[in-house]
């Protein structure tokens, strides 16, 4: 993977300021007692480096396919082999399977330790920033920090990179190369005769030590560095900036729920902020692989096509004119905008396992941060919790099993996280075409309901079509009744069960109402039930001509008695 691609490891951000003019209020004791940003001292790094080089590595090998397209599309001249992204892909998979997706990613696990390099350098310079400097705005002090580390990290991924996409075009340098006489390292590989004998990489390391020595390993250095400084300073500002602006929708939707502003940076609600991250590192990936996609395309020319720096500016104004600010524009966006996605939820994964025991209590999940002042809605949610609300469903066309199991849920309570087996917290629930109840095949004749009134010959095995017949809502009650269950409080639940036969009810229930029941199964619908364009459209079988029914109607003449023969009779010809 490029290194223009392989984002940096993001810590978690820091505290904003809390909200509001005048002087910063004092930090309440839930602040201070809780964790909001995790730092290193609060890491067990034996736990949280291999985490972290196990979740990097997944995400390279995920997303490599995507810098494979990208390489190859920045190396072509203009549109000679592959028309845009897709075909890329498709072309690839087709002529070369889809191995030369992964041609050259074990070279780039050097990598992963450029990262942990890049982290070390770039918290190291943001602590000498903050504490020493002074400087205080976060996205300059990122910003800063990150140009300075790259250059740390180019000391490795820029050797590596030069071999992996060496092999990435290895199997038509000339179409990627930019001309027959740049293709040297291509024929040293071809006349080493050590085809079948080493492998791939090693073969290529040797071709570009023997052509260009040691100093082939970091040809475009400097241009590396000129791509990968402004491209880290522009993402570090655009993901603080990105981070500021999700904070402020926070807190004036903190505020709309509270009914004021809030004090305090704990106040503000914090339960998404895994995913304020998460869309705020993909809008800064997108944000660096637009404005940096020039200098890509000098840096990758620059390493493969083995020109100088003059004579590659030359050719990509010649040859590429206004398409070096979007070749290859789309798949690195791409890439970079899942990269940096993923990279913040597996950073900030990993470092919330691997805090240590005595910090674990005071580490704040950052699903549902702080303790909050409860708002309107929360109060609503609370009253509906506690609060008997009516529900109502339609029986019309449903089984009579499944809608029991359904109501009985509800008026039991089960639905509510507050339920428990000895509280009755259930709702009311109002079932209307009790009498259009369904029940499967003959299961209206072969169902017996057992009745026995503990007197002389009182005993009975009714079957389920004289019930509904007697009683139109009685199955219903029945199969509710029974799916309760064998408790003492199914008596006091089942009073809140409503049931008419039809769709009439009651004006004091139809007030009560306040929310509708999806229904356990799809109503079916008769042939005759279906309009003239939904036949039209419905699938056939077999196409009959249109004089079908004609034909099929039209009168034949009477072939007459059949007579049996006897044996050595003729039958008469008919004339």
């Given amino acids: 993977m490029s290194s223009s691609d392989a984002e940096p490891l993001v810590e978690a951000p820091p505290i904003i300021q809390p909200v509001g003019s005048g002087a910063i209020p004092q930090i309440d004791k839930l602040q201070k007692e809780k964790l909001l940003v995790i730092q290193w001292e609060h890491l067990n790094l034996y736990k949280f480096y291999p985490l972290a080089l196990a979740s990097s590595w997944t995400i390279r090998c995920l997303l490599y396919p995507m810098s494979v397209v990208k390489s190859r599309l920045q190396l072509q001249r203009q549109n000679n082999v592959y028309r845009g992204m897709r075909h890329a892909f498709v072309e690839i998979v087709r002529t070369e399977g ?25 918290e190291r310079v943001r602590d000498l920033l903050q504490v020493h400097i002074g400087i205080k705005n976060h996205s300059v002090v990122s910003a800063l920090a990150g140009g300075i580390a790259s250059p740390c990290a180019q000391l490795i991924f820029v050797p590596t990179d030069i071999v992996a996409q060496h092999m990435m075009v290895h199997n038509n340098p000339e179409a990627f190369g930019g001309g027959s006489k740049n293709v040297t390292v291509a024929d040293a590989i071809r006349k080493d005769g050590l085809e079948g004998k080493r492998t791939l990489g090693l073969r290529v390391i040797r ?26 300073m522009v993402f570090w500002s655009t993901y603080y900036y990105s981070l500021s602006v999700f904070r402020k ?8 729920e509270m009914g004021h502003k809030p004090l305090t940076a704990s106040e503000v609600d914090d339960r998404n902020l895994f995913l304020d991250q998460a869309v705020s590192g993909s809008v800064a990936g997108v944000a660096s692989a637009m404005v940096t996609n020039p200098l890509e395309m000098l840096r990758i020319r620059l390493q493969v096509h083995r020109t100088t720096y003059r004579e590659t500016v030359s050719r990509l104004f010649k040859y590429e004119g206004t398409n070096v600010f979007t070749k290859g524009l789309a798949p690195r ?52 919790q ?8 339609d ?24 339920w428990h087996p000895e509280t009755d917290c259930g709702d009311h629930v109002v079932i209307t075409n009790c009498s259009q109840v369904a029940m499967h095949g003959f299961d209206w004749k072969h169902t ?64 009560n109402i306040a929310n509708q029941l999806a229904p356990v ?35 034949f003449s009477n072939p007459g008695r059949h007579v049996k023969l006897a044996p050595g009779q003729k039958a008469e010809s008919k004339k």
């Fill in 98 to 122: 889809v191995s030369a997706l992964y041609r050259g990613f074990w070279m780039t696990l050097p990598q992963l330790s450029a990262s942990f390099l890049y982290s070390s350098t770039y």
């Fill in 207 to 232: 071709a570009v030590y023997k052509v260009d020595g040691l100093k082939g390993f970091y040809r475009g250095f400097m241009s590396a560095i000129m791509l990968y400084m402004p491209s880290t």
């Fill in 249 to 256: 929708i926070r807190t004036k939707v903190t505020e709309l």
């Fill in 333 to 384: 966006m791409l890439n970079n905008a899942l990269y940096s996605c993923l990279v913040m939820l597996a950073y900030e994964s990993v470092k919330r396992f691997s805090v240590l025991p005595e910090f674990k209590q005071k580490v704040v999940c950052q699903m549902s941060v702080g303790k909050r002042a409860v708002s309107r809605f929360d109060r609503v949610n609370q009253w509906l």
């Fill in 386 to 393: 506690f609060a008997r609300q009516w529900h109502v469903i």
């Fill in 395 to 418: 029986a019309n066309q449903q089984d009579a099993r499944k809608i029991g199991e359904k109501v009985a849920r509800h008026l039991a309570g089960r639905h509510k996280p507050i």
């Fill in 448 to 511: 017996l309901y057992h009745f026995n009134k503990e007197y002389p010959r009182s005993k009975a095995d009714i079957p389920a079509w004289q019930i509904h017949e007697y009683d139109p809502c009685r199955i219903v009650f029945l199969a509710v009744y029974k799916a309760l269950g064998n408790s003492i409080l199914r008596r006091r639940q089942v009073q809140r069960l409503h049931l008419f036969p039809d769709e009439d009810m009651p004006k004091f229930v139809q007030k």
């Fill in 521 to 555: 199964q799809e109503i079916v619908r008769r042939s005759d039930q279906y309009t003239a364009e939904e036949r039209a459209a419905f699938p056939r079988i077999v196409r009959y001509p249109e004089s079908h029914v004609v034909d099929w109607e039209r009168s």
